[in-house]
């Protein structure tokens, strides 16, 4: 990646993975990712915010070479987390004078993580300042926004943040302002959904904090920069909100056909309805896209087959990640068929067990869907259409 100015005296300097396809072995990245990092000139430091993914460190270390960098001051890590942190030690033999910049906590996963040496941190409190001579960094600790330790760095004269994972996305963009504002929400959900939806209410007092500072410009370590944070910020506020949206989400699995019956009139009877309904079969689902859908649905009914006994693994998978990531849905039901016995109701309703959702009658068919069983399932698309107008849902 060639450097890029941001503003003056500020220069994105870290490395874009066009064709990374999977992030910890889990998320998919159709877009493939970027791992951003700054170099910023003071007039009397240079500090350097975040670093990249060890396997892009040539390219950090190509892109300062680029600059002409001689001498780094600070290294400010906001986050301990690899993509970020992973080209410290590189950083820190090249640039001899370099100090990391950090807070307690995440000094200490520095050390376990990357064996960083103790003697080279400057620890920073919630709130303090940093000098680089005309500028100044400002941190602020913004705990769970999915790991413990991570921070923001704020530059006062600029009204630039430095967000890290937060308010990011993973997306390869060789410009490194927003242009595409559809396809950047789109992604910038997505991984919101995969990766900080489990921390929405905490992450909601960060956001407060934000608002408060009214950054003119907000610059994350993944994907692009906002020129205009109110996009991201607005965006963040709607999805870690407690309102749902008026749409049913159908995670399915069909062996021979019986469970897909059901879920295709179930799909039919809630279109009937005008309610809008996500039928996906997670066999060949995106579980970035299952997991954006998750943001907003205020329904969630699980369709499968019995296996073994339970439920496919395919449908455990999917709702072992779904009762992790904590969606806000209020309604559920599971839907399905078995041969001769088994234990899925059970088994599935245990596996949700951070979900507060209430539970709606399921409905369970021995062998091939009869007539009752439609009418069970008409009369579960009914009770989805009364509990939504009963809580106000609307699209
Ligand atoms: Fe992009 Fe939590 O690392």
């Known amino acids: 990646m060639a450097v890029k100015k941001i503003k003056k005296g500020i220069y994105s ?6 064709d990374r396809r999977l992030f910890d072995e889990l998320i998919p990245l159709p877009d493939g990712t970027s791992y951003n990092a700054y170099l910023v000139e003071g007039s009397e430091k240079t500090a350097l915010i975040d670093t990249v993914d060890p ?20 290294i400010i890590a906001n986050h301990a987390e690899q993509d970020h942190s992973g080209s410290i030690p590189d950083m820190l033999a090249i640039y001899p004078e370099a100090r990391v910049v950090t807070n307690e906590k995440c000094k200490a996963m520095l050390i376990d993580l990357l064996q960083v040496p103790e003697n080279r941190f400057q620890v920073v409190a919630d709130g303090a300042s940093l000098s680089l001579g005309d500028r100044t960094l400002e941190f602020i600790f913004a705990a769970w926004v999915h790991w413990p330790e991570t921070m923001l760095t704020y530059m006062r004269e600029e009204k630039l943040l430095f967000s890290c994972d937060f308010l990011g996305a993973h997306v390869a963009q060789s410009e490194p302002l927003l242009w595409d504002e559809n396809h950047v929400y789109q992604a910038a959900k997505r991984y919101f959904a995969e990766i900080m939806m489990p921390f929405r209410v905490n992450i909601r007092k960060h956001l407060q904090r934000l608002r408060a500072l009214a950054p003119d410009m907000i610059a994350p370590s993944h994907g692009v920069v906002y020129p205009r944070p109110d996009f991201i910020l ?8 407690d309102t749902v949206h008026n749409m ?3 995670p399915f699995v069909s062996m021979h056909g019986s469970t897909r019956e059901m879920v295709e009139y179930l799909t039919g009877a809630l279109m009937q309805k005008n309610i809008p309904v996500f039928p996906c079969n997670v066999i060949r689902a995106d579980i970035g896209e299952l997991a954006k859908e998750l943001v907003d ?9 019995t296996v073994l006994g339970g439920p496919h693994p395919a449908i455990l998978y999917v709702t072992y990640l779904a009762n992790a990531l904590r969606p806000k849905f209020k309604f559920a039901s599971i839907i399905g068929s078995f041969g001769w016995g088994g234990r899925m109701l059970e088994i599935l309703k245990a596996q949700l067990g951070n979900i507060k959702a209430e539970i709606l009658e399921p409905v369970m068919v021995k062998g ?28």
């Open 297 to 305: 649905a205020a329904t969630v009914v699980i369709a499968s087959p």
């Open 234 to 241: 607005k965006a963040y506020e709607e999805w870690t909100a």
């Open 13 to 18: 300097v870290g490395a874009i993975d066009w």
């Open 248 to 250: 049913v989400l159908i």
């Open 368 to 395: 091939c869907p009869q007539p009752a069983d439609f009418q069970a399932l008409q009369r579960l698309a009914d009770a989805i259409e009364q509990k939504h107008r009963d809580a106000g849902i609307s699209s």
């Open 55 to 74: 396997t892009k460190t040539g390219e950090l270390l190509d892109n300062l070479q680029e600059l002409g960098v001689q001498r780094i001051d600070y």
